[in-house]
């Protein structure tokens, strides 16, 4: 009897289970890819002339949708908003310059990296800041849950400056800040330099940060492996085919960068 009824129950579970489809089931099933895009770091993210996303990101989402035969939508999201879309399940993925850190991948899955950038300072004209060293006792800004504000903050504190940091929702507060003077140098990414101080007469490149190289992912959820390796695939498929590099030449210009980290197997 109490073999019939371990069968019993053992058969019961099995055919009551709901059955799980994950991310790359619901986006085809759905007919919709829900893309996370930051929209306001050009030239990989931002509005046009008609108010319509594009950039770098932009494109790349639309590629995937394509590959997936399904509609893109874009959501404009904040720095900080990254991570928490995917977490409540409001967007399949995110493309938004996200570095793959450790203590992000408890919270969430990333792709390869698809995406390389450096960390690198707008500073206001009149600041004086040429050098990394100039910056010590000027007033530094960085939008809030980004790589750089962390790195910067690391350092802030061993100069005992923590008290001249700004931090600001997204970066056009902080390229706002730097050219109205209320901030000395704003730290972004190498490939937003140019577009910003062609927008800002009175902002000027400055120095590279002294951090490392930052390998950017895709985000997904992180228990759906089968979602975070289509998105591997697909990365690699971007490049095999030539389209980052056409992506990357199209919005940055120039090379695009190695993305294979050095030492590792990708």
Same mark, same amino acid.
């Given at each position: /009897?109490?073999?019939?009824?371990?069968?019993?129950?053992?058969?019961?579970?099995?055919?009551?289970?709901?059955? /799980?489809?994950?991310?790359?089931?619901?986006?085809?099933?759905?007919?919709?890819?829900? =893309? !996370?895009?930051?929209?306001? #770091?050009?030239?990989?993210?931002?509005?046009?002339?008609?108010?319509?996303?594009?950039?770098?990101?932009?494109?790349? =989402?639309?590629?995937?949708?394509? &590959?997936? *035969?399904?509609?893109?939508?874009?959501?404009?999201?904040?720095?900080?908003?990254?991570?928490?879309?995917?977490?409540?399940?409001?967007?399949?993925?995110?493309?938004?310059?996200? @570095?793959? @850190?450790? *203590?992000?991948?408890?919270?969430?899955? #990333?792709?390869?990296?698809?995406?390389?950038?450096?960390?690198?300072? $707008?500073?206001?004209?009149?600041?004086?800041?040429?050098?990394?060293?100039?910056?010590?006792?000027?007033?530094?800004?960085?939008?809030?849950?980004?790589?750089?504000?962390?790195?910067?903050?690391?350092?802030?504190?061993?100069?005992?400056?923590? !008290?001249?940091?700004?931090?600001?929702?997204s970066e056009n507060e902080v390229f706002l800040a730097v050219a109205q003077g209320k901030a000395d140098i704003g730290i972004?990414?190498?490939?937003?330099?140019?577009?910003? +101080?062609?927008?800002?007469?009175?902002?000027? &490149? !400055?120095?590279? /940060?002294?951090?490392? +190289?930052?390998?950017?992912?895709? $985000?997904?959820?992180?228990?759906?492996?089968?979602?975070?390796?289509?998105?591997?695939?697909?990365?690699?498929?971007?490049?095999r085919s030539g389209r980052y590099q056409e992506l990357w030449g199209k919005y940055v210009g120039g090379e695009a960068p190695?993305?294979?980290?050095?030492?590792?197997?990708?």
């Amino acid at each position: /009897m109490l073999k019939k009824l371990v069968a019993l129950a053992a058969f019961t579970t099995f055919t009551t289970a709901p059955a /799980m489809a994950d991310t790359l089931d619901d986006v085809v099933d759905r007919g919709t890819l829900r =893309c !996370g895009v930051v929209l306001d #770091f050009p030239p990989i993210g931002y509005r046009d002339a008609n108010n319509e996303p594009a950039g770098f990101d932009v494109d790349y =989402c639309n590629d995937l949708s394509a &590959a997936l *035969e399904v509609e893109a939508e874009i959501l404009p999201l904040t720095w900080a908003e990254r991570l928490p879309v995917i977490v409540t399940g409001r967007a399949d993925v995110v493309f938004g310059a996200t @570095s793959d @850190s450790l *203590e992000r991948a408890r919270t969430v899955g #990333f792709s390869i990296p698809y995406a390389i950038y450096y960390a690198q300072g $707008v500073v206001n004209a009149d600041s004086g800041i040429e050098t990394f060293e100039d910056i010590r006792g000027k007033r530094v800004a960085a939008a809030i849950g980004t790589v750089p504000e962390q790195e910067w903050l690391k350092i802030a504190a061993e100069w005992g400056e923590e !008290g001249n940091y700004q931090g600001y929702q997204s970066e056009n507060e902080v390229f706002l800040a730097v050219a109205q003077g209320k901030a000395d140098i704003g730290i972004t990414t190498n490939t937003a330099v140019l577009p910003i +101080t062609q927008q800002y007469e009175t902002v000027a &490149a !400055g120095p590279r /940060m002294p951090w490392t +190289t930052d390998y950017t992912s895709v $985000v997904g959820k992180r228990q759906d492996v089968t979602w975070l390796n289509f998105l591997n695939l697909f990365v690699t498929y971007q490049v095999r085919s030539g389209r980052y590099q056409e992506l990357w030449g199209k919005y940055v210009g120039g090379e695009a960068p190695e993305l294979r980290i050095p030492g590792v197997m990708y």
